[in-house]
């Protein structure tokens, strides 16, 4: 069984500018959970997928966006990077769509350094 | 929406019991979760309630209180390897898990 792989691990952008990360769901799950995680705090909810859909949104502006593929893998997209953007970025999967938030298998992150 | 708040900071010894306490506000609430996470690592799901009572899985416990919003992780016969940070995590409408700031746990000699 293969767990959820995040790319890439490390990344450096300018102000501005735009990111793209990438999240592979664990085998059978059909559910990725993205999160953002700065230094010393819990991880907070970006938005779901589930079925190539958003399912669930938490307080983060529209230049946050993301897109899940049929084979269930998803990209989290940043536009207009900012400096407090700068945090290690979580994807979680799981299987059951609505139903299934409360068992989630994270991936390593990528840790996003905005300059 | 939700806050869940946790201790900062809890210190233990090898073979010691720990009670990590987690309080939350909610606007909707279907259940609580637990996860450790290492320095550098990604969260590791460690459990879940969803009804009130205790939930054991090996030297962790985690117990629910409804109508108090109130869990606690119990962690039995420490061991240096459980230095880690744990977090609660609520489970709420929106499909959305919020988590609290974390408790970082250091076990000593």
């Known amino acids: 069984e293969t767990g959820v792989t995040q790319s890439p691990t490390h990344l450096i952008k300018t102000r501005g500018q735009q990111v793209t990360l990438r999240c592979s769901s664990q085998s059978g799950h059909n559910t990725v959970s993205w999160y953002q995680q700065a230094l010393g705090q819990g991880p907070q909810f970006i938005f779901q997928y589930y079925r190539e859909e958003e399912n669930g949104r938490g307080n983060f502006p529209p230049r946050f966006s993301g897109l899940q593929f049929p084979n269930y893998s998803s990209e989290l997209n940043v536009n207009a990077l900012e400096l407090d953007d700068s945090a290690l970025y979580l994807c979680?999967?799981?299987?059951?769509?609505?139903?299934?938030?409360?068992?989630?298998?994270f991936g390593p992150g990528t840790r996003l350094l905005v300059l | 929406g939700q806050s869940l708040e946790q201790p900062s900071e809890v210190t233990a010894v090898e073979g010691a019991i720990v009670q990590i306490n987690c309080t939350y506000q909610t606007s909707g609430f279907y259940g609580l979760s637990w996860y450790q996470q290492h320095d550098g690592g990604a969260p590791t799901f460690l459990s879940y309630n969803a009804l009130d009572g205790l939930e054991e899985t090996g030297r962790f416990s985690s117990f629910l209180s409804r109508s108090d919003s109130y869990g606690y992780l119990l962690l039995q016969e420490l061991q240096m390897k459980d230095s880690a940070s744990y977090f609660c995590a609520a489970e709420g409408a929106g499909n959305m898990l919020t988590f609290g700031g974390g408790t970082r746990l250091m076990v000593k000699p």
């Open positions: 979680a999967s799981s299987s059951g769509g609505g139903s299934g938030v409360k068992t989630q298998y």
